[in-house]
């Protein structure tokens, strides 16, 4: 007996195009191929889930694809910053400020001098009796201002109670919901066919959950005098897009993982879909994938490293001029001459069967995934290089 072919029968999420399910997002991308009457539907259901009211054809699709980063996210000319600054008192002029003692930090810094101004003491003068460092709250521009953004006025938090979880998580929970719900089989009647330990939800974020209320609120909690919540660690693992399908999308006792890799965390998690039904010890796999780390604290990480094509780098590729607007929606150029990547959040999730089980079903097949292979590098010189490791997973496939 031959071993079980895993099959995709479904597949659902959301990115810079809109829906993947129905083949949606796909419909955006070849837009000027679409037939009128196509057209016109592919508008009306952007404009649907865009949340406007008319099928504004310029404005949606403006809104959607690689953009210019939107105020929804951060304003890309006033990102929150700092400054940091140095008072220097002198002998004859020492530096002093008011401040209301409740605002007193709980250990006084060593060269400090707190006198009351008033009876109650509600106000205090410190005086500086050396150098104090300062943090000055500012402004400044971001480099890179371009990114795969969801369509605008879009927002996954509406969609469900979703109260204190980070963008990344909402899109998971987005993105699993879609591809089970297109499945045309309620979730029920599978569940009857087969075993409940032979279902297995394979899905991560690289990335973890960046924004506020996962790790990058947790992290810089002391530095902004803010209170760490007790939420932030738990949603902020790069196990929770795997971990909430189980507990509330499918309420599955199967088989979990979360596998991360640089670019290929979706590929990662894959592989195991596929051994585990090749094998036969699963029936049913979701995989999937959810990044949002459309975050000026990410975006500064990549452009660190000259990863991302910056507004500078654009303007070089193009010929313009130095105080010329670059067109952001042409920053991903990643076949043709390019100054960088382009960051983008998505999140993406197929179901794959056994076979036998698609057949029994009735499922529809989009197709299959015999294998799924991955090699390491061995030693290069350059990152973005090929390594040898290329070339094996390369041959192998083929």
Known sequence: MSNPLPVIVSFGGMNAAGRSSG???????????????????????????MGLESSDEAGVLAGTLVRRIERSH???????SAKRTVLNPKQSQPASFVMAR??????????WSV???DADERSVRVDLESSQTLMVDTAATMPVQSAGQLPSGFDPAALYRSTHHPRGLQLAILGASDAINSLGIAWQEIMECIAADQVAVYASSVMSQLDANGYGGMISARRRADRVSSKQLALGFNSMPADFINAYVLGSVGAT?????????????????????????RKVVVVGASEAPVLPEVIDGYAA????????????????????LPNHRRASRPFGDNCGFTIAESCQYVVLMADDLALELGADVYGAVPGVYVNADGPKKSISSPGAGNYLTLAKAV
């Open 23 to 49: 083949h949606e997002a796909y419909q955006r991308m070849i837009y000027e191929g679409l037939s009128a009457s196509q057209q016109k539907h592919r508008v009306a259901s952007l404009a649907s889930l």
């Open 74 to 80: 951060f304003d890309v000319d006033n990102v929150p």
């Open 102 to 111: 409740k605002d007193l930090p709980e250990t006084l810094p060593p060269h």
């Open 115 to 117: 006198s009351p101004l």
């Open 257 to 281: 993982g979360a596998v991360t890799g640089a670019c290929a965390s979706f590929l990662y998690n894959l592989c195991h879909a596929v051994e585990d039904i090749k094998s036969g010890r």
């Open 305 to 324: 490293m000259s990863a991302l094509a910056s507004d500078d780098g654009l303007r070089k590729l193009d010929g313009l001029s130095a105080d010329a």
